[in-house]
């Protein structure tokens, strides 16, 4: 009852996102044994990004885990993990600007960054509610309950859609920037792109995976609709 040939495209995209969690790591670990030429630290790079950049009233916070960086816009406080903060690497440099980068992006109301931020609220409560109500349209033939729960998980893949160009934006904000303030040189451009690019390719995966699952759903509803 639950098998769709549509769930073969699923364990695929399933496939590809762990894959791109091996990948994220894999090319972390690579670039952290490169030094940066200035031999400038992640978390000196991202104060000096975000002093240049008018943002010298955001704190830096170093935080446990591993690649847990992140940028907090409720608390305007940018986080980084230990091996980040203190990291001399071309990886540590590499995450630290692409924080920034979304730091920067609040500062100027980027638009597809502020989209994200409305959506979130909504998206908590959708995705907690979509799987029961998928669940139990499912068992009790409801067609009704999946109507109500491919609705509510559609706001979950919208959200993924919208962080897309929000992902890419600040890893292309965290290249120029390193390449105007002088914390990166030509040969190691390769290196930062090839570390902001298997970070990106995460969300792709993500975003990939919930879409199919999301049109798995909706030829469901329509099959069952026109029976």
């Given at each position: 009852m639950f098998f769709h040939p549509m769930d073969f495209l699923i364990l695929i995209a399933f496939g590809i996102s762990l894959w791109a969690q091996f990948r994220v790591k894999g090319t972390f670990n690579k670039w952290v044994e490169v030094p940066t030429r200035t031999g400038a630290s992640g978390a000196e790079v991202a104060r000096a990004l975000l002093d240049r950049n008018g943002l010298s009233h955001i704190p830096i916070e170093v935080v446990r885990g591993t690649l847990s960086d992140h940028y907090d816009p409720i608390h305007g406080v940018v986080r980084l993990s230990?091996?980040?903060?203190?990291?001399?690497?071309?990886?540590?440099i590499?995450?630290?600007?692409?924080?920034?980068?979304h730091a920067i992006q609040h500062k100027e109301g980027y638009k597809a960054l502020t989209l994200r931020h409305r959506m979130f609220p909504a998206v908590n409560i959708a995705s907690g509610i979509a799987p029961f109500l998928l669940i139990g349209?499912?068992?009790?033939?409801?067609?009704?309950?999946?109507?109500?729960?491919?609705?509510?998980?559609?706001?979950?893949v919208a959200f993924q859609l919208v962080?897309?160009?929000v992902e890419f934006n600040a890893s292309s904000r965290a290249r120029n920037l390193m390449i105007a303030e002088g914390f990166l040189y030509n040969d190691e451009e390769n290196g930062v792109k090839k570390v902001l690019g298997a970070a990106a390719l995460t969300y792709v995966a993500a975003a990939l995976i919930s879409l199919l699952e999301l049109l798995k759903y909706v030829m469901i509803f329509m099959q069952g609709d026109d029976d």
């Amino acid at each position: 009852m639950f098998f769709h040939p549509m769930d073969f495209l699923i364990l695929i995209a399933f496939g590809i996102s762990l894959w791109a969690q091996f990948r994220v790591k894999g090319t972390f670990n690579k670039w952290v044994e490169v030094p940066t030429r200035t031999g400038a630290s992640g978390a000196e790079v991202a104060r000096a990004l975000l002093d240049r950049n008018g943002l010298s009233h955001i704190p830096i916070e170093v935080v446990r885990g591993t690649l847990s960086d992140h940028y907090d816009p409720i608390h305007g406080v940018v986080r980084l993990s230990e091996a980040v903060y203190y990291g001399r690497s071309i990886s540590s440099i590499s995450v630290a600007a692409h924080e920034i980068g979304h730091a920067i992006q609040h500062k100027e109301g980027y638009k597809a960054l502020t989209l994200r931020h409305r959506m979130f609220p909504a998206v908590n409560i959708a995705s907690g509610i979509a799987p029961f109500l998928l669940i139990g349209g499912f068992l009790f033939q409801a067609l009704s309950l999946i109507g109500l729960g491919i609705i509510f998980f559609s706001v979950a893949v919208a959200f993924q859609l919208v962080t897309l160009p929000v992902e890419f934006n600040a890893s292309s904000r965290a290249r120029n920037l390193m390449i105007a303030e002088g914390f990166l040189y030509n040969d190691e451009e390769n290196g930062v792109k090839k570390v902001l690019g298997a970070a990106a390719l995460t969300y792709v995966a993500a975003a990939l995976i919930s879409l199919l699952e999301l049109l798995k759903y909706v030829m469901i509803f329509m099959q069952g609709d026109d029976d």
